[in-house]
C-alpha cells in the first residue's frame, strides 16, 4: 500500500473532483433550509439526505405539547410547502409528519420530519455542544490546533464562541456516555469528539481547571458526571460523582473564559445548554493510546501502518511496516535524531479484542531471520530493500499475509506468506509466490483481504492512475488451496491480473482499504496526505454488496486534522478493523503519519518525537455510511 503513495509521488500532479463529486447536491427549488419550533426546541434541527431520503430532526424539550407544536420553516424560493410554515401541527401519536415541498417548476419533494424529546435520564449515548448559559460560548478544549496541544492529556478546557461560520468546530463536540447508576443517579463521561478523551476532575480544590484525559484503566470518580436538570428548559449542571463540584468558569484577562469546578449553586455560570447534534466520526482515543509505546521492551514502538487479523481464539495481529524498536527511545519517550528505524516490517500479538493495554501486546519474532532482526518478520529478498506486508486472514491455524517487496522506492515483486505459531511468541513465516499475483506489480493487492463464507478468499489491490487517484481490483483464492488465484477482469475470474480501467470495481482516491463489516463489503478511501499544502485532508467510505461491485458513491465521514510544527503533518495507510466491535454500531478506522519532507525537521532539542509516526485511530458511525 505505501508503494503507491511513494511511487505516484513522481507523477504529474492530475485533477479529479473526487471532493466535490461526493457531495450530495442540493434538491433544486424543493429544499427544508430551516427548521424552527416557535418554542419548546433544544438546539437546531438537523437536516439530511440519505439513501435519497430526506430527514429533519427536530429535538423538543420534555414539557412540549407535542399535540399543538408551531413549526417555522424556511424553504427554497417560490417553492410552497404542505402543511404551511406557522401552522399548528399534532404529532403526539408518532412524533413524526411528512411535509411536502413543491418546487415552482412543480417537482415535488417529501421531508419526514422527526420529534425527538430529550431527557438525559433516558440517553446512554450521544452527541452534543454545550453552551454556557451566562457566557453564552461553548465548552471546548483549549490549545493550538496547529501544534496538536489539544490531543494532548492534561490539556485544559475552556469556553469560546462557534467558527466564523458559526458551527462549531469539532473540539467544541462531545459525547455522552452513560457509564453507571448508583443511589438513583445517573452518571455519564462526557468525551471530546476531536481527542476522544474524557472531561475530568484534577482534584479536590474549588477553583481548579478542569482538563481533558485518556479513559482511565479503573473507572473512577473523576471521569464521571451527573447531568442534573435546571429549571430553565434545556438548561443543566454537570456534578462531578468524585467532589460533588459544578463545573462553571472563570473570566480571564487577555485569554478565554477558563472552565473550573465550584461549589454546586444556583449561580448561571454553572447553567449548561445541551444541544443535540448529530452522530459524527470521532478521534479514538483508546485505539491512538495503544500504539504509544513507550518502554525499550516493548519491540515495535512506532511505524507506518497497522492492520489487523483477528485470531479464531481471540487474538489479533497487528501488521507494520517500517518500524522503530523501543530501543531506539531515550530521555523524554523521543527518537535520537542520529537514529533510523530497526526493521522493515513487524507483528504484534495482541491478547484480546479489548485489551488495550500496549504493555500486553508483545512482538512476534521469527528463528530464521536473514538480517539477524528476529523481529522483522517477513524478510527481505535478495537484491530488495524492504517488504511491506499488508493485509491477512487465517484460514484453519495458518494465517497468511500479503507482502510487497522493492528496492529503493521501486516495487520489484510481491508475495503471499503463511505463518503458524512454533512456541511463545515465535512463528514461523514462510514466503510463497502464486502464480499471477506474484511476479507482477502492475496491481499491489494490499488494500484488503476478506475471507468470505462461500469458500473463498477476495484480496483486493490497487493500481495508481495518478498523485490523486487509483483503480480498485479483486482477485481471489479458495480457502482450501491459498496458492491458486484467480483474477476479475470485469466480467469473469481470469488467470492472469490485469489493471485495465474496465476491470477494475470501483475508482478510488489516493489511497484505499477494503474490507467487510455488517454483510457489506465496506470501501475506505483517503484522498492524497502526501502534500503538506493540501487543505483538503478527508476520509470516505463506500459499500457493495458483492466483492466486484459496484460500489456506492463515497460519503465524506471524516476530516484529518494533524499538523506538525504548525503545517499539515503527512498522512497515509488507511486500514479498516471491523473485528472491534465496541457495541455502539461504530467502525475502527486507522491511518499513519509520516513527518519526512515537508521542509521541516524531525528533529527538535535532539529528539525526535514518535507522535508523527504513529497509527491514529478513529470510529466511523453506521448511518454516515449505510442508508437510514
Not at 373 to 380: A, G, L, W
Not at 485 to 506: H, L, M, Q, V
Not at 534 to 554: H, K, Q
Not at 561 to 572: D, H, I, M, Q, T
Request: glycine content about 8%.
Amino acid at each position: 500500500m505505501k508503494k503507491i503513495v511513494f511511487l505516484l509521488i513522481s507523477c504529474l500532479v492530475l485533477t479529479w473532483a473526487c471532493n466535490e463529486d461526493y457531495v450530495m447536491p442540493p434538491l433544486p427549488g424543493r429544499m427544508i433550509k430551516q427548521f424552527k419550533l416557535a418554542e419548546g426546541q433544544i438546539g437546531d434541527a438537523v437536516i439530511s439526505r440519505s439513501g435519497g431520503k430526506n430527514k429533519v430532526v427536530v429535538t423538543v424539550g420534555k414539557a412540549v405539547n407535542l399535540k399543538a407544536v408551531t413549526p417555522l420553516i424556511t424553504i427554497s424560493d417560490k417553492a410552497t410547502i404542505a402543511p404551511k410554515s406557522g401552522e399548528v401541527v399534532d404529532v403526539s401519536a408518532t412524533k413524526t409528519i411528512i411535509y411536502t415541498v413543491t418546487a415552482e417548476s412543480g417537482q415535488v419533494e417529501a421531508w419526514e420530519v422527526v420529534f425527538q424529546v430529550f431527557d438525559p435520564a433516558a440517553v446512554d449515548y450521544a452527541s452534543y455542544t454545550i453552551k454556557n448559559a451566562a457566557a453564552t460560548k461553548y465548552l471546548q478544549v483549549a490549545g493550538d490546533i496547529k501544534f496538536t496541544e489539544k490531543y494532548r492529556n492534561n490539556q485544559k478546557i475552556d469556553l469560546f464562541q462557534a467558527s466564523a461560520e458559526g458551527v462549531p468546530d469539532i473540539w467544541q463536540k462531545w459525547k455522552l456516555i452513560y457509564k453507571l447508576t448508583e443511589n438513583n443517579i445517573r452518571y455519564y463521561e462526557i468525551m471530546n469528539l476531536h481527542s476522544g478523551k474524557l472531561l475530568t476532575s484534577p482534584g479536590n480544590a474549588s477553583g481548579a481547571e478542569l482538563v481533558q484525559l485518556s479513559e482511565k484503566g479503573v473507572l473512577g470518580s473523576d471521569q464521571l458526571w451527573e447531568i442534573r436538570e435546571k429549571p430553565v428548559q434545556g438548561a443543566y449542571s454537570f456534578i462531578n460523582k468524585g467532589n460533588g463540584m459544578a463545573v462553571s468558569y472563570v473570566a480571564s484577562v487577555g485569554s478565554n473564559p477558563k472552565v473550573v469546578q465550584e461549589t454546586a449553586s444556583t449561580d448561571n455560570k454553572q447553567q449548561w445548554n445541551l444541544n443535540p447534534i448529530a452522530e459524527e466520526s470521532y478521534r479514538d482515543d483508546k485505539a491512538v493510546t495503544f500504539f504509544e509505546r513507550n518502554s525499550a521492551s516493548q519491540g515495535s514502538v512506532a511505524f507506518d501502518q497497522g492492520t489487523s487479523i483477528p485470531l479464531s481464539d481471540g487474538r489479533v495481529l497487528w501488521i507494520t511496516q517500517d518500524a522503530w524498536d523501543g530501543i531506539s527511545l531515550r530521555a523524554g519517550n523521543v527518537f535520537d535524531c542520529n537514529h533510523f528505524f530497526s526493521y522493515n516490517n513487524s507483528v504484534m500479538i495482541q491478547p484480546s479484542k479489548t485489551d488495550w493495554d500496549p504493555a500486553h501486546t508483545p512482538n512476534m519474532t521469527i528463528a530464521n531471520s536473514a538480517h539477524n532482526r528476529p523481529k522483522q518478520v517477513f524478510n527481505n529478498q535478495p537484491g530488495t530493500s524492504w517488504s511491506w506486508p499488508g493485509l491477512g486472514v487465517q484460514i484453519g491455524n495458518d494465517v497468511w499475509v500479503q507482502c510487497g517487496e522493492g528496492n529503493d522506492l521501486n516495487a520489484t515483486n510481491q508475495s503471499l506468506y503463511k505463518l503458524n505459531e512454533v512456541a511463545g511468541n515465535q512463528w514461523s513465516a514462510v514466503r510463497m509466490t502464486p502464480a499471477g499475483m506474484s511476479n507482477q506489480v502492475a496491481v499491489s493487492y494490499a488494500a484488503g483481504m476478506v475471507k468470505s463464507n462461500d469458500g473463498y478468499v477476495y484480496s483486493f489491490g490497487t493500481s495508481g492512475t495518478g498523485i490523486t487517484t487509483t483503480n480498485v481490483f479483486v482477485a481471489r483464492f479458495p480457502q482450501n488451496n491459498p496458492m491458486s488465484w484467480t483474477f476479475w477482469d470485469g466480467s469473469k475470474w481470469a488467470n492472469t491480473p490485469t489493471n485495465a480501467t474496465e476491470a477494475r470495481i470501483s475508482p478510488g482516491m489516493a489511497t484505499v482499504s477494503v474490507s467487510y463489516w455488517k454483510g457489506k463489503y465496506v470501501m475506505m478511501n483517503m484522498t492524497q496526505g502526501f502534500f503538506c499544502d493540501n487543505s483538503v485532508r478527508e476520509i470516505y467510505m463506500s459499500y457493495s454488496d458483492s466483492p466486484t461491485g459496484p460500489f456506492t458513491t463515497p460519503k465524506k465521514v471524516y476530516n484529518i486534522v494533524e499538523f506538525f510544527k504548525g503545517s499539515f503533518a503527512r498522512y497515509y495507510t488507511p486500514a479498516i478493523h471491523p473485528e472491534f466491535d465496541n457495541g455502539h454500531d461504530e467502525l475502527l478506522l486507522t491511518y499513519c503519519l509520516n513527518v519526512t519532507g515537508c521542509d521541516l525537521s524531525w528533529c527538535e532539542n535532539g529528539g525526535m518525537d514518535p507522535y508523527y509516526y504513529r497509527v491514529k485511530g478513529l470510529r466511523v458511525p453506521a448511518s454516515l455510511i449505510f442508508p437510514q
